[in-house]
């Protein structure tokens, strides 16, 4: 005889826990020039763009951080942000210890995503093996100028820790219902995260998506790679998002408005 469906306890079947996405800003860069976000854009546009993480709350209690932010003082110095709070302050303001975060996923290496992994003292990190073996050498050295090299010393120092995992490559379910893809080429490796949620799956494009524009432009990153591997990128992420509302860009002032406010700089994506 053979039996069909998942394994059940008690007659009651098992579920893989179910997420809540939540948007984080901890900071505004003003007047940003819009041609370095999207490809072609009118030189003379700019916009007060967000800095924000995301927060990945799991019914099995994990908490689960997509993104670090940034805090060391050479970055606030270099580009001066507005409304600044430290990421880890952000997450206390919202009514979470900072060393209660279990997991950091790390879409990319640039600073403002990577510089506050170490503010999380409990967390593994998550990141492709493809883009840490690509921009940190040994000892820590940086071996691409994508990565600051203070952040390449701290990431290394973190793998030393035992800390450090490494994702093997696309589409891979690192956490139950939280899968990790690449092909968005915002750098050699960049990812993005798919997250099961109540409505749906959620998106977190990072990077690999810069502001709602371009998904509905259908136009590239203006930093990438390869612009016909980000575009490839995108229209794959509306057909792993249950709808296009629920693929969340990394830098666009309008997630604060779309959805519904949770917290001081704090909305639900749902």
């Known amino acids: 005889m053979l039996l069909a469906g998942p394994i059940t306890?008690?007659?009651v079947e098992a579920r893989p826990p179910v997420w809540r996405v939540y948007a984080i800003r901890y900071a505004t860069i003003p007047a940003f020039p819009v041609r370095f976000l999207v490809a072609g854009a009118d030189t003379t546009r700019k916009l007060d763009i967000?800095?924000?993480?995301?927060?990945?709350?799991?019914s099995d209690r994990r908490r689960v951080l997509v993104d670090a932010g940034f805090y060391r003082q050479k970055f606030l110095d270099s580009w001066k942000p507005a409304d600044f709070?430290?990421?880890?302050?952000?997450?206390?303001?919202?009514?979470?210890?900072?060393?209660?975060?279990?997991?950091?996923?790390?879409?990319?290496?640039?600073w403002d995503h990577l510089d506050g992994a170490d503010l999380f003292p409990s967390a593994r990190i998550?990141?492709?093996?493809?883009?840490?073996?690509?921009?940190?050498?040994?000892?820590?050295?940086?071996?691409?100028?994508?990565?600051?090299?203070?952040?390449?010393?701290?990431?290394a120092?973190?793998?030393?820790?035992?800390?450090?995992?490494?994702?093997?490559?696309d589409a891979q379910e690192i956490l139950p219902g939280v899968t990790v893809y690449t092909g968005g080429k915002h750098t050699f490796a960049s990812q993005y995260a798919?997250?099961?949620?109540?409505?749906?799956?959620?998106?977190?494009?990072?990077?690999?998506?810069?502001?709602?524009?371009?998904?509905?432009?259908?136009?590239?990153?203006?930093?990438?790679?390869?612009?016909?591997?980000?575009?490839?990128?995108?229209?794959?992420m509306k057909t792993i998002a249950s709808s296009p509302r629920l693929i969340v860009?990394?830098?666009?002032?309008?997630?604060?408005?779309?959805?519904?406010?949770?917290?001081?700089?704090?909305?639900?994506?749902?």
């Open 50 to 58: 967000a800095m924000m993480f995301w927060l990945l709350e799991g």
């Open 194 to 236: 798919g997250v099961r949620t109540a409505k749906g799956t959620v998106v977190v494009a990072s990077d690999n998506l810069y502001l709602y524009e371009n998904l509905d432009r259908h136009l590239a990153i203006a930093q990438t790679l390869d612009a016909k591997s980000n575009l490839a990128a995108q229209e794959r």
């Open 157 to 169: 120092k973190l793998d030393a820790e035992g800390r450090v995992k490494r994702v093997e490559g």
């Open 9 to 11: 306890t008690r007659g």
């Open 126 to 155: 998550w990141i492709q093996r493809e883009e840490y073996e690509h921009h940190v050498g040994a000892g820590g050295t940086r071996l691409d100028p994508a990565i600051d090299s203070v952040d390449a010393a701290m990431l």
């Open 85 to 110: 709070v430290s990421p880890a302050e952000a997450v206390k303001r919202f009514g979470i210890a900072p060393d209660s975060i279990t997991d950091v996923i790390i879409s990319h290496v640039h």
């Open 249 to 270: 860009p990394g830098h666009d002032p309008a997630v604060f408005t779309r959805f519904k406010r949770a917290g001081v700089g704090v909305v639900k994506v749902e």
